[in-house]
């Protein structure tokens, strides 16, 4: 059985490198199965936990969320109603549906993150193109449903869909997780059975990890560090293709 402390640890890895790379879950999830949670108890726990990953991202961001409101309230309400929905899926049938498609929808995210853009005019804005919104959607489903690198396949589309750098598209990412993650989180309270004891230490460590982050992604050089989610992103990919063929 894991303990306390080691469970705050975990948090705080799983912090840096869900606001970071949008991989949360893949220090997340295990520790919570290592403290003998189901895999299903271990989903709805982490979605609960990790409320706060977004709370400590957002609130670490706002130098690039500056201006971005109406995009994020937009893109917002798509990927909460796509959450909602996600979240209730997993309530209702097996969480095992999805586990032979997710690793391609992640191999190919991962990979699109290193998709160079052509340089652009700064002073020309250009409006969203139409299927960001309904990709969005599709990602929220997915990320209240099975949630494993939702992250990847939002900034990936961030990246391309839109005119952002890559740490604005990162802030973008996290403020839009944090809103699906959330309304997925109530649903779980109310209707699912959340483990506090092993949700409150997770919690902690994610808020402090999640707070982090977005300093390293604001500091840090934009192609090394695309280099370094997409690899993570390839592994995980690697790894849950293994488990499901």
């Known amino acids: 059985m894991i303990s306390v402390s080691l469970l705050v640890l975990a948090g705080i890895g799983a912090g840096l490198t869900g606001s970071i790379a949008g991989l949360a879950s893949l220090v997340s999830y295990p520790a919570l199965l290592a403290t003998g949670l189901s895999p299903v108890a271990a989903n709805v726990t982490n979605t609960v936990s990790l409320v706060f990953n977004g709370a400590g991202s957002v609130s670490a961001s706002r130098p690039e969320l500056t201006g971005q409101r109406t995009r994020l309230l937009r893109l917002g309400i798509v990927a909460v109603l796509g959450g909602a929905l996600g979240g209730a899926l997993l309530l209702l049938t097996p969480a095992d549906a999805f586990s032979r498609v997710v690793p ?12 160079p853009r052509p340089p652009r005019d700064p002073d020309i804005v250009h409006a969203d193109p139409r299927w960001l919104l309904a990709t969005v959607f599709g990602i929220g489903i997915y990320g209240g ?7 990847v396949l939002l900034l990936a589309c961030l990246l391309i869909g839109t005119d952002e750098s890559l740490a604005h598209a990162t802030a ?3 403020a839009i997780l944090a809103m699906a993650n959330a309304v997925a989180a109530i649903a779980f309270t109310v209707f699912g059975h959340v483990h506090w004891s092993a949700a409150i230490p997770l919690a902690a460590g994610l808020f402090v990890g999640g707070r982090v982050g977005p300093i390293v992604v604001r500091k840090a050089p934009a192609g090394p560090l695309r280099v370094i989610i997409s690899v993570a992103g390839v592994c995980l990919a690697i790894k849950l293709g293994l488990a499901a063929y």
């Open 145 to 151: 449903y099975f949630g494993a690198a939702a992250g």
């Open 172 to 174: 973008l990412k996290n």
């Open 104 to 115: 391609a929808l992640i191999l190919l995210a991962s990979l699109a993150v290193l998709i």
